[in-house]
């Protein structure tokens, strides 16, 4: 079973619908992010949590919001989507303490979702 | 604010060759982070480098840091097909948590 898993895995939708993804996981981290994937410039954070009571905007949180509702699950809506939300969304895990410093923070992605808004 | 650029962000590339992807940040950092993604996949971890001088190997990739210079390079030995993807590198912020991403080198391996 996958670690960390995204729902929906591909979405379309229309300019001004709410929208909600989803993101769980099992790998019992406290760190979870959203970020966003667009042709040509990397991956950019949306929001993190550290923990439960913990929610942080990223680089480019206009027009989104998040929830967490528990250690393994964090949402990410879209109250309004316009087009140029359409991209690749992606969730991740990281675990500050690690069981060695190599793996300090590392953080592990789910399997993405496209989500187009027309 | 943190800035990584990477280059070349479009390598093609003959198998057997080698050749090396270079990443530059702007400020102090004391982890990076080298991703390789397929397409439409999702990201997978190849390595971590925490200190200068750092290096890593996996098969025919090498990870390298130097922090004085702000550098980390990812070369590759010998390509081959299968590492056709493209990889990202990852930088956080002296003693914070937050990834800033490079735009990623597109690698495409001929035969």
């Known amino acids: 079973d996958a670690d960390v898993t995204q729902t929906p895995r591909n979405r379309i939708t229309k300019t001004g619908k709410r929208i909600m993804l989803e993101c769980s996981q099992t790998?019992?981290?406290?760190?979870m992010y959203w970020y966003r994937q667009d042709p040509g410039l990397g991956l950019r954070l949306i929001y993190y949590?550290?923990?439960?009571?913990?929610?942080n905007k990223g680089e480019i949180s206009d027009g989104y919001s998040v929830s967490r509702q528990a250690q393994a699950k964090f949402s990410l809506s879209l109250e309004s989507a316009i087009p140029n939300q359409t991209a690749l969304y992606f969730c991740?895990?990281?675990?500050?303490?690690?069981?060695?410093?190599?793996?300090?923070?590392?953080?592990?992605f789910g399997p993405g979702t496209r989500l187009t808004v027309l | 604010e943190l800035k990584v650029e990477q280059n070349p962000l479009f390598l093609s590339m003959q198998e057997g060759k080698n050749y090396t992807i270079y990443c530059n940040y702007s400020?102090?950092?004391?982890?990076l982070y080298w991703y390789r993604q397929d397409p439409g996949k999702s990201l997978e971890s190849l390595f971590v480098?925490?200190?200068?001088?750092a290096v890593k190997q996996e098969g025919r990739l090498m990870a390298s840091l130097d922090t004085k210079a702000r550098l980390s390079t990812l070369h590759i030995t010998a390509a081959v097909h299968d590492l056709s993807a493209t990889y990202f590198c990852?930088?956080?912020?002296?003693?914070?948590?937050?990834?800033?991403f490079g735009e990623g080198t597109q690698l495409t391996v001929n035969p």
């Open positions: 991740a895990t990281s675990d500050p303490s690690g069981t060695a410093y190599s793996s300090y923070n590392e953080q592990f």
């Open positions: 790998k019992g981290h406290d760190r």
């Open positions: 949590s550290f923990d439960v009571k913990d929610i």
């Open positions: 400020t102090t950092s004391d982890r």
């Open positions: 480098l925490l200190s200068n001088g």
């Open positions: 990852a930088v956080t912020e002296t003693s914070g948590s937050r990834l800033t």
